[in-house]
């Protein structure tokens, strides 16, 4: 595995002892952790509204399922609002179940 | 208790009866509404597109955008009255606070006859790539190791 870490654990990533992945086998830096940038609210730039499908389907990925927060960068409450609308366009006939139209 | 609320019904018609006649199956449409007691607030064609996938064997339908106001026990009625009607393809209907102002703009012309007579399915699309799932940090971490 790994020589005995003299930086205690290897948790600084880059820090010493070579970093990058093989930094002593420790935890590795997540791209969307707590460590990162700090998450910035994404607004959505139209409305939310099952009528508004093109816009809906980009946060559609290509086989039809709804993008998740991390992606989207919603509030709680906008990507809820986002989801109900991806799911009344879809029962309407203005957006696939599975697939892109 | 009763409360009046206004509604937002999306329908889906089948263009083999737009076909027919627009107005005569707007006004029976409408008909529907203020059967059960609502005020018909609004109604407009919303548009004519292909469907995202075949209902009830059909590529393409009109889309009628009606808001109306209507007592709370009425909806129950009006939905079940709108599952009879074989003009019919999907209904939407939904709770709103407000008519958004562009429903009370006048319809746009509307000729039948340019609805396109594409009745058949869109070439095929590609096949859905499967999706990676999102594989564990550690997992990760642990092959490369």
Redesign the interface.
């Known amino acids: 595995?790994s020589s005995s870490n003299s930086n205690g654990g290897g948790y600084r990533d880059g820090g010493g002892g070579g970093g990058g992945?093989?930094s002593g086998?420790g935890?590795?830096r997540?791209k969307f952790g707590r460590f990162g940038a700090p998450r910035r609210e994404v607004l959505p730039e139209e409305p939310l509204d099952?009528?508004n499908s093109p816009y809906l389907a980009k946060f559609v990925?290509?086989?039809?399922?709804i993008q998740s927060r991390k992606r989207t960068g919603f509030s709680g409450q906008n990507q809820r609002k986002l989801a109900t609308a991806i799911k009344?366009a879809?029962?309407?006939?203005?957006?696939?179940?599975?697939?892109?139209? | 208790m009763q409360r009046t609320r206004t509604y937002e019904c999306m329908c889906l018609l089948d263009n083999r009866e737009v076909r027919k006649g627009w107005d005569a199956l707007k006004n029976a449409v409408s008909g529907q509404f203020t059967k059960h007691g609502a005020k018909i607030l609004s109604s407009r064609r919303w548009d004519e597109r292909r469907l995202a996938y075949p209902i009830k064997g059909q590529h393409r339908g009109t889309y009628l955008l009606v808001y109306f106001s209507a007592d709370t026990n009425a909806v129950a009625l009006i939905r079940r009255d709108m599952q009879f009607n074989e003009a019919l393809l999907r209904i939407m209907l939904l709770e709103v606070e407000e008519v958004p102002q562009g429903a009370y703009e006048p319809e746009a012309a509307f000729d039948v006859n340019t609805i396109p007579s594409d009745d058949a399915p869109p070439a095929a699309a590609p096949e859905p790539v499967p999706e990676p799932m999102p594989a564990e940090e550690s997992n990760e971490a642990r092959t490369e190791a």
């Open positions: 595995m992945r093989d086998g935890p590795r997540s099952y009528k990925s290509a086989n039809g399922r009344h879809r029962l309407i006939g203005l957006m696939p179940f599975v697939g892109r139209a």
